[in-house]
């Protein structure tokens, strides 16, 4: 088993930044792709940004593209997710997610609000 482990989320006016993290522990395991996706109050889940592990390739979602960056310490086995210029659109619990060996694995969430 993997055990993922979100941190960083929290209240932030219009315009802020947080930055989240992801921890990544268990049983010896190679990570293929981290990601972030989001789930806002009545809305489903939502794609938010992807990167390989082993190359650092990256990808956003068009609505966080510019705004966010994705990153990741291999040595800890951690993803981060930079998130700037945030509005208050962006207002969800984020989850992380990752790929080992083919199989799924789903952090519990953070939630982020984004409000004046």
């Known amino acids: 088993q993997v055990q993922l482990v979100e941190s960083g989320g929290g209240l932030v006016q219009p315009g802020g930044s947080l930055r989240l993290s992801c921890a990544a522990s268990?049983?010896?395991?190679?990570?293929?792709?981290m990601r972030w996706y989001r789930r806002a109050p009545g809305k489903e889940r939502e794609f938010v940004s992807t990167?390989?592990?082993?190359?650092?390739?990256?990808y956003y979602a068009d609505s966080v593209k510019g705004r966010f960056t994705i990153s990741r310490d291999i040595a800890k086995n951690t993803v981060y997710l930079q998130m700037s210029s945030l509005k208050p659109e962006d207002t969800a619990v984020y989850y992380c997610?990752?790929?080992?060996?083919?199989?799924?694995?789903w952090g519990r969430g953070t939630q982020v609000t984004v409000s004046s």
């Open positions: 997610n990752a790929v080992v060996q083919q199989i799924d694995y």
């Open positions: 268990g049983r010896p395991f190679t990570i293929n792709i």
């Open positions: 990167i390989s592990w082993s190359g650092g390739n990256t």
